[in-house]
Structure formats: structure tokens, C-alpha cells
């Protein structure tokens, strides 16, 4: 990797783990959509760095507010990833290109209408939904997780509605994708594919990724919760809209 590579995936990853300390998500879909954009690096190795700088994000950010997690709708939504991660996964492997491509452009074209729609009106729900509404949100999130390698979307979309302070709904989704990222690093250093050329890209940008979190964590920005939820759906817009250019390019050639 060229030192203009490594610079500019470096500024990626404090802008994007900044983006995630105050909104609760962002870091590996941001990370992720630029390395495929602008090709920093291999998508593979990146995926593998984001899932440990995700554990140092979590590290710094979560000590000390772990009691501002709702531990029920926390734990449903955990139950619900980890059998769906693994059909996902499954699901993949038995799908045509061409399904899977369809199938990504079904899901950016779901995405991108959620985010118009709630950055418009975002509004939410009267009641806390119950335990089982997290427990399908989980299902959706592991699903998507192991189909495309992107499990935030669902869970962004659930969280966010719920009427609880914004402060709770971060660290539930910090805590979600910390849980996530720890299965796939596990998976990926039992398979022997955790290589000493991720582990150097992770030990660079493990500092940064300290630094940005706790600029996030000490100097949010000063917006009401009304603006950050519109900033949260337009993040999806992007995301969305993201994979349905990528899903047309893959099906146009």
C-alpha cells in the first residue's frame, strides 16, 4: 500500500470513527464504502481491520455508559443475530450472482426510501417496541450481515424510532457492533485469516481510532436531537443509495 493509500485510509477511518462515537454507527459502512470507491485497499483486509478498530472504538467509548444500555431490547437483538448471521452466510453461498445482485439493489432501494422518508419526519414511535420487534430487528441485521457484509442498516433503522434519548440508542448500536465485530474477528482468527498485514493497518490506526472516540465522546456536536436523527437517516440515504449504484454497475457489466 502507497503512503497516499495509508494517509487517506487513515483519515477515513478518524472522520468515520468519530461519525459512530456521535451517532452510534457509521465507522465500517464509511470505511468500507470509501476502500471500495476510491480502491485504498483490499476490501477483504479492510473489512477484517474494521472489525478490530471496531472493539477500540467500543473500548473507550462504552466504559462508564454501559448503564445507559436497555439490556432487554440489547439482548433480543443479539439472540437474533447470531442464528441469522450464520443463514446468511449459508444463504450466500447457495445464490447465483445474479440473485445476490438483485437482492442488494432491493435492499439499497429499501434503505435509501426508510432514509428519505424518516430524514423528512423523523419521528418516533409512542411506545417502546416490544422485546420481539428487537428480536426480528436482530434477525434482519444478522441477515443482512452475512448476505452483504453491512448488518447496521436494520438495526439503525429500529433503534433510531425508539422513543428513548439518543445518549441510550448510541451505546445500544456501539454495543450491537461490538458484539458483531468480535464473532467475525473470532471466525476470521480461526480460519487463519487474521494476516500480519491487518494486524500493522490495526496497531496504526488503533491510536487514531482512541483519539477520534474520545473527541466524540467529550465534544459532541451541539445539535438537538431532531437535527441528529435527520443526520442518522440521511447517513442511511447515502448508504442506500450507495448500494443500489453498486448493485446497477455489477448487473450493467
Known amino acids: 500500500m502507497s503512503i497516499e493509500h495509508l494517509t487517506a485510509l487513515m483519515f477515513v477511518i478518524a472522520i468515520a470513527t468519530y461519525i459512530q462515537t456521535v451517532t452510534g454507527f457509521g465507522l465500517g459502512m464509511i470505511v468500507m464504502g470509501a476502500t471500495s470507491g476510491f480502491e485504498l485497499a483490499p476490501v477483504p483486509v479492510v473489512a477484517a481491520v474494521v472489525s478490530l478498530i471496531t472493539l477500540v472504538n467500543s473500548a473507550v467509548a462504552l466504559p462508564g455508559r454501559m448503564h445507559l444500555v436497555d439490556w432487554r431490547a440489547a439482548g433480543a437483538v443479539l439472540l437474533g443475530v447470531i442464528p441469522s448471521i450464520v443463514a446468511g452466510v449459508l444463504l450466500l453461498n447457495y445464490l447465483n450472482s445474479a440473485a445476490s445482485i438483485i437482492l442488494k439493489l432491493l435492499l439499497g432501494a429499501v434503505i435509501t426510501y426508510s432514509g428519505v422518508v424518516f430524514a423528512l419526519r423523523p419521528t418516533q414511535h409512542a411506545e417502546r417496541s416490544p422485546d420481539r420487534g428487537f428480536f426480528v430487528c436482530g434477525l434482519f441485521s444478522g441477515l443482512f450481515g452475512g448476505l452483504f457484509g453491512m448488518a447496521g442498516p436494520p438495526a439503525i433503522f429500529h433503534f433510531y424510532r425508539q422513543p428513548m434519548d439518543l445518549a441510550v440508542v448510541r451505546h445500544m448500536l456501539l454495543l450491537v457492533f461490538a458484539f458483531t465485530s468480535a464473532t467475525r474477528t473470532v471466525y476470521l482468527g480461526i480460519n487463519g485469516e487474521l494476516t500480519r498485514e491487518i ?46 449504484v453498486s448493485a446497477l454497475s455489477e448487473l450493467a457489466f
Do not use: D, N
Open 199 to 244: 494486524w500493522i493497518l490495526a496497531a496504526i490506526a488503533a491510536l487514531l481510532v482512541a483519539l477520534a472516540t474520545a473527541a466524540g465522546r467529550h465534544y459532541p456536536p451541539p445539535l438537538a436531537q431532531v437535527t441528529m436523527r435527520r443526520i442518522a437517516f440521511g447517513i442511511l440515504i447515502l448508504i442506500g443509495a450507495g448500494l443500489v
